[in-house]
């Protein structure tokens, strides 16, 4: 990914000749789960509240995509209709996906989000759609590139530092390369994030590049080595409700994407 990726940020969004500025579209990805309310107790389509919040607060408009039947040919049609996408956080990615035995403390698989996510990354890097992906969606990211997972840090790393339980979020200080469209959005050097996860990168995906780390050497954030956006971090920039330019710079960038994809329609 380009170094100067991060002043995406600060650039105008999208519009249509003669009209206002065009809001880009940001598809969020969401489990099904069983949910309560009134007398109803049904699956349905759960992310929480900050998510979409953080985009909508940076100028965009956020889309819930829930896992969907067919998922390689539905994630084509949802696409054609989005301007980014975010991988949300959520339970741990299944071992077989990169070839691993699954650890006793691993979550039950969930291959319908699996297989959804996949599907739409992969058509995103097919359109050069800008990613973000966020915790468990970094780690998707990874296996899609062919990484692997660590899927217990206690073990691998000896420390609880990044999951404390009870849905308490750690605060862990990471370090930001200087050069990276990470640090072009955050700034380079030392950064507090919100951490809540018990897996975690171990071997890189192809075409991954490191562009944060703790001071005990998990990658901690990582960007494309190409020139299209895509960032993924392993803490969750949602709980910050005071810091949205994470948000902000992909909605740049998918204003930038719509603005392309707009004017090659006109020109077809």
Excluded at 13 to 30: C, F, K, M, W
Excluded at 79 to 96: A, C, H, R, W
Excluded at 122 to 140: D, F, H, K, S, T
Aim: net charge negative.
């Amino acid at each position: 990914m380009r170094a100067d990726a991060g002043a995406a940020a600060a650039r105008p969004l999208a519009s249509d000749p003669g009209e206002g500025p065009r809001r880009p579209v940001i598809g969020l990805t969401t489990y099904l789960e069983q949910a309560r309310q009134g007398v109803w107790d049904v699956r349905a389509a759960f992310l929480p509240q900050q998510y979409f919040t953080s985009v909508t607060d940076a100028g965009g408009i956020a889309v819930l995509l829930p896992p969907q039947p067919s998922p390689d040919q539905t994630a084509e049609a949802v696409l054609d209709g989005l301007d980014g996408l975010i991988l949300t956080g959520g339970l741990d990615v299944q071992p077989e996906l990169y070839g691993a035995q699954r650890h006793p403390l691993t979550d039950p698989a969930r291959p319908d989000r699996d297989e959804w996510e996949l599907a739409l990354f992969r058509g995103a890097e097919r359109r050069r759609m800008p990613v973000l992906a966020i915790c468990r969606g970094l780690q998707l990211v990874n296996v899609a590139r062919g990484g692997t997972l660590h899927q217990h840090l206690p073990e691998a790393l000896g420390t609880e530092r990044y999951r404390l339980g009870g849905g308490v979020f750690a605060t862990n200080t990471v370090e930001i390369a200087a050069g990276t469209a990470l640090a072009g959005l955050l700034g380079a050097g030392e950064f507090d994030v919100h951490s809540y996860h018990h897996q975690g990168v171990d071997r890189l995906g192809d075409g991954l590049v490191a562009t944060a780390q703790t001071d005990d050497g998990l990658v901690q954030a990582f960007e494309s080595d190409g020139d299209s956006y895509l960032v993924g971090v392993q803490w969750h920039p949602e709980e910050n409700a005071d810091d949205k330019r994470l948000f902000e710079g992909i909605v740049a960038e998918a204003a930038t994407y719509s603005a392309s994809r707009m004017r090659g329609e006109r020109a077809s």
